[in-house]
């Protein structure tokens, strides 16, 4: 028995639904992708069947050889070699008018306390009359080294100011035990500040230099605890500087002026300082800050020096330089109590028209280890 396709109605084997050609035009509709290359039927989505894709894989990895890997960090550093190779350096830049007028050094003496004796805890003397001088000595070529050797290279100095902070004598009877730690009385403790002074101020005016003294009295110079607060040692060995000056230097370039009250108020170079022996030792605390702020609007100053703590320091206070002066003792039971590691440091500074300080050098007194 034969059936019949059941497209074309064409007589066909019993087993079959379709004819061999209506069975091959279906088929032509089913397989719709074919390989590019051979033209055999492949599946949807490729264009090739396998044997080409690998066949043409095998021709482009011979025209192309493989890259060698590159280190990435290489690359960079001799990119970065490459690019600084050429760069030029910074050249120093000529004087400025500003830089041909020169600035003022400014000399901060503060807190001698000439005549006093420190023992540490093994009973050694650790400062004394012979240390003092040791110390001023140093201090004192070390300035004059600093200017005529590094200062005076980078810009001319034109004058310069000694601003004495006070306490530079011991004084007596300013707490219970001073009488154990003292060497030599006031009068000579007086002389003894006058020595050193009068050196280098002399030194300063041999080479040419106006010399302004500023000074303001301690706590230390008075000549005790319960007296006029005018009765003090300090004023003293200023009214000294004064009577040389005028009387015996009798020179013009040598001014000297100073105040009884707390604090002086004074100009250099168009920018106003007050100097006072005592302020907050903590400038940047609140009450600090409501100080140095309150005396800048009263006084009208950029600036604020003082020194009575015995340890150097610098801060910038609400656009108010603040300059703390060092001691020449150091250590002591005063920066003890305070949990300060004290070093011998008195600190110069410049000043120009158009800067509050243009350098400052902490000069340090302490003996080479």
């Known amino acids: 028995m034969k059936n019949k396709c059941i497209d074309c109605g064409q007589a066909i084997d019993g087993r079959a639904k379709r004819c061999r050609d209506c069975y091959e035009k279906i088929r032509e509709k089913e397989i719709k992708n074919r390989c590019v290359d051979c033209n055999k039927h492949i599946g949807s989505g490729i264009s090739r069947c396998r044997e080409c894709y690998i066949k043409l894989t095998e021709k482009v990895e011979k025209k192309e050889p493989k890259q060698k890997k590159i280190n990435l960090s290489t690359l960079i550093i001799q990119t970065l070699k490459e690019e600084l190779a050429n760069v030029e350096p910074y050249k120093a830049s000529t004087q400025s008018k500003v830089d041909i007028k020169g600035d003022t050094l400014c000399i901060h003496l503060a807190d001698f306390h000439a005549g006093k004796t420190v023992k540490n805890q093994e009973g050694e003397i650790i400062y004394n009359e012979e240390i003092f001088r040791k110390r001023i000595n140093r201090l004192c070529e070390q300035i004059l080294k600093l ?55 002399t030194s300063l005016l041999k080479r040419n230099l106006s010399v302004r003294v500023i000074g303001i009295r301690g706590n230390h110079g008075r000549t005790a605890k319960d007296t006029e607060v005018a009765s003090n040692w300090d ?64 006084y009208g100053v950029e600036g604020i020096i003082y020194g009575h703590y015995h340890h150097a320091a610098i801060s910038d206070c609400d656009n108010v330089r603040v300059i703390r002066g060092g001691s020449t003792v150091g250590g002591d039971s005063l920066s003890d109590s305070m949990a300060k590691h004290s070093e011998p440091i008195q600190i110069i500074f410049g000043i120009n028209e158009q800067r509050v300080t243009t350098f400052i050098y902490f000069v340090d007194l302490g003996e080479k280890k």
């Open 147 to 201: 200017l005529d050797n590094n200062i005076s290279k980078g810009v001319p100095i034109r004058d310069v100011v000694l601003l004495l902070n006070g306490d530079l004598c011991n004084g007596e009877n300013i707490y219970p035990t001073q009488a154990f730690e003292q060497e030599a009385a006031p009068p000579a403790q007086v002389m003894l500040v006058i020595d050193v002074l009068t050196k280098l101020i």
């Open 235 to 298: 004023l003293m060995t200023y009214e000294i500087l004064d009577f040389w000056s005028k009387l015996v230097l009798k020179n013009p370039k040598l001014q000297i002026k100073f105040a009884e009250t707390e604090h002086i108020v004074f100009d250099i170079r168009g920018h106003k300082f007050m100097m006072r022996h005592i302020c907050p030792e903590q400038v940047d605390s609140p009450a600090g800050r409501v100080k140095i702020n309150e005396w800048a609007r009263q």
